[in-house]
């Protein structure tokens, strides 16, 4: 169908007709020098820190220093047609974010703007990326668990809603594997996901979205992406702008994950904002304020009091290290911010255990008390288990002829557990499953069976509890933990499982 | 500006002494007229603003050539900025001192951009209306630039009111897009 081009016309002349000639009324400021991003602004002696201003070219700017003849500006976009002697207006407000169910499925930019080509996010709600934590009155116990259908993890560091759980580990290491499981495992829950990719390869960010989108697990997440070709600006926005989506959904009383993938590169950007703003560099050239930096962006995550909903944000910021060192500045920093951490082994992983979640390294303070109790019951000796283990198997190594019965089952224990840990990518793990797997190889059910069918006792278990005992299964998931009768029920299954069925089968 | 915060300090330092001596726009006076001398004469310019010369002879100048038109407090200011090799700052240094002085007798300069001249009568009225917007006593400076085509901007200091047909035609093709 053809547009007339007397109905165009007819448009354009209402436009103009009804135009409203208004008065443009501003502050202003000079642009003094610009470059990498930063511009030194003469003026603007009323603007105030953090505030957006607005460039002739229609970028906009955020004010970091505030001199007693000028101001330093952080240009959030290109700066190439910005000039010196230009103009800069003020806006008199602060930056924000589109937020709410609009957002959901969307990939988005770090400042909310949909760089997915699906169209615009068409929503009214805003909100300020930078906001204050709740208090401690506004807050409460981090109780609930946030499953992330991961054995090595809701077994050993659970993570509640609210919690904030570090994961680090050198790169390669698996890191985000974990985030995203994590988020997978989320499918059928009443969580939303925010994932936060900074300083990632666009093509990394692409295969992650692609990767939720198969799951369907898209629409009830969020992708904020400030990728590594983008202006350190963007970077150092990203985790707030993600942060804002979170916020807005946990101040609704609803439930959210949020993922930083990864803090190290967010520091990094920071750093070099804040050193070509001459700012005064500080350990491993970091700025002095790099700990506020992400301390306020990860105090905003938490559990609310039931007066302000209840709603939760829990936080799983990844940080990176080299070579194992989770000495240094950034990774100590964030590590005494949150409320533990996933520590990912490169060994470990090169030796083939995946989630390489160093057992020993790993904490979570707070999210013991928001286990499930069935897991927690189950899992109870796992980790003595295994602590017992690695102190011996680091002595079998040196002579294990010599050793007594009671240490060479120990021995096969762990091994055991170890195999049993292991999991494979995108499949998470439902609760109920875990607690029957982790209660076969925690009492023993799995001693008799070689190392490498763990495996497939574990899948075939699965199986055997899903097709003949469904209702074990069922109850365990109701009840979220495990009585005498139901403990009964589930050791006769394993023990039916591991003498008959699976030995049949192996014969 | 060249450096505002060692302009400000020199400025701050002169205002004061003036204001002891109740002599503020006597000084303002003074000043200007040593920087538009130096501005409008290039051999002077080049004598006063040269590296190779030395502070005493630059003084020398100065004081031979200003001793009679200048009153002491301005003749020995400008001496010290020679002193300190500062002579580049004295423009910004009297657009402070003259900001001071505006600020302490309620004046505002106010810079009224139009498209075409205006008659006195219309001018007049800007003037009035500004006063009843601020409450302070305006000091209009008229600027003629074509380009507006119609309109007015008025500002002062940082605040600017844009009501140019330029800027509005600006916004209408913004909308139009």
Redesign the interface.
């Given at each position: 169908m053809a547009i007339k081009a007397d109905e165009i016309s007819q448009i354009l002349r209402q436009q103009i007709e009804s135009y409203q000639p208004e008065v443009h009324e501003a502050t202003y400021g000079t642009v003094i020098k610009v470059g990498d991003n930063i511009a030194t602004v003469y003026g603007l002696s009323e603007a105030y820190s953090g505030e957006l201003l607005k460039f002739s070219n229609g970028v906009y700017g955020m004010v970091m220093n505030l001199e007693e003849d000028c101001i330093g500006c952080m240009v959030m976009g290109p700066d190439n047609d910005i000039r010196e002697g230009d103009r800069v207006e003020r806006t008199n407000r602060i930056a924000d974010v589109p937020v709410g169910a609009a957002m959901f499925g969307r990939v988005v930019n770090a400042l909310g703007q949909p760089i997915d080509g699906k169209g615009d996010i068409v929503t009214k709600e805003r909100r300020t990326i930078e906001f204050t934590a709740p208090m401690v009155m506004d807050r409460q116990p981090v109780a609930q668990p946030m499953q992330t259908g991961l054995k090595a993890i809701d077994a050993l560091v659970p993570i509640g809603r609210g919690q904030r759980e570090l994961i680090i580990g050198d790169r390669q290491t698996g890191k985000t594997a974990i985030a995203i499981d994590a988020i997978l495992n989320q499918k059928d829950t009443d969580v939303y996901c925010i994932y936060v990719a900074i300083g990632q390869r666009a093509n990394a960010v692409a295969t992650v979205v692609d990767t939720l989108k198969k799951h369907g697990v898209m629409d009830k997440c969020v992708v904020v992406a400030a990728n590594a070709n983008e202006p350190p600006s963007l970077l150092y926005l990203a985790p707030y702008t993600g942060c804002a989506i979170a916020e807005d959904l946990m101040y609704h009383g609803k439930h959210v994950l949020i993922i930083y993938d990864d803090l190290t590169k967010h520091a990094i950007a920071y750093r070099e904002i804040s050193l070509l703003l001459r700012r005064p560099p500080g350990r491993e050239a970091f700025p002095g304020d790099v700990f506020y930096l992400h301390s306020r962006l990860l105090e905003r995550s938490a559990k609310l009091s039931d007066e302000l909903g209840g709603g939760s944000s829990t936080a799983l910021p990844i940080i990176e290290t080299q070579l194992g060192d989770v000495s240094a500045y950034i990774p100590t920093n964030v590590i005494s911010i949150t409320d533990g951490q996933i520590y990912l082994d490169a060994d470990l992983f090169r030796s083939g255990n995946r989630p390489a979640v160093d057992v020993g390294l790993s904490v979570s303070r707070v999210g013991g008390s928001a286990q499930l109790k069935a897991t927690k019951q189950v899992a109870g000796p796992l980790r003595v288990d295994l602590a017992q283990y690695r102190s011996l198997a680091a002595y079998a190594k040196l002579s294990a002829d010599e050793l007594d019965q009671v240490s060479r089952d120990q021995l096969a224990r762990g091994d055991r557990i170890t195999a049993v840990l292991n999991q494979k990518q995108y499949v998470p793990m439902p609760v109920e499953q875990m607690v029957a797997v982790l209660f076969a190889v925690t009492r023993g059910y799995m001693d008799k069976t070689p190392v490498s069918q763990i495996p497939r006792f574990e899948k075939e278990f699965i199986s055997f509890m899903e097709h003949e005992n469904k209702q074990i299964l069922d109850s365990i998931k109701k009840e979220g933990k495990l009585d005498d009768k139901l403990m009964e029920q589930l050791g006769s299954c394993a023990e039916k499982f591991s003498s008959e069925v699976f030995a049949i089968e192996e014969a | 500006?060249l450096?505002?915060?060692l302009s400000?300090r020199y400025a701050a330092a002169v205002y004061e002494m003036a204001a002891e001596q109740h002599t503020v726009p006597e000084i303002l006076e003074d000043l200007r007229l040593i920087h538009a001398t130096i501005a409008e004469n290039a051999e002077l310019k080049s004598a006063l603003f040269s590296p190779t010369l030395g502070a005493d002879v630059k003084q020398n100048i100065a004081q031979q050539l200003f001793s009679k038109h200048v009153r002491a407090l301005a003749l020995h200011f400008y001496m010290l900025l020679l002193k300190k090799d500062r002579e580049a700052y004295l423009g910004d240094i009297i657009a402070l001192y003259s900001d001071q002085y505006n600020k302490d007798n309620g004046i505002l300069e106010v810079k009224l951009e139009v498209a075409a001249e205006i008659d006195p009568q219309l001018e007049a009225l800007v003037v009035t209306n500004l006063t009843k917007m601020t409450g302070k006593r305006i000091d209009l400076n008229v600027e003629v630039h074509p380009e507006l085509v119609g309109g007015a901007v008025v500002s002062a200091g940082?605040?600017?009111?844009?009501?140019s047909l330029k800027?509005?035609l600006a916004?209408?093709y913004k909308?139009?897009k």
């Open positions: - | 500006m450096n505002e915060a400000r940082e605040h600017y009111y844009d009501g800027n509005q916004e209408l909308q139009l």
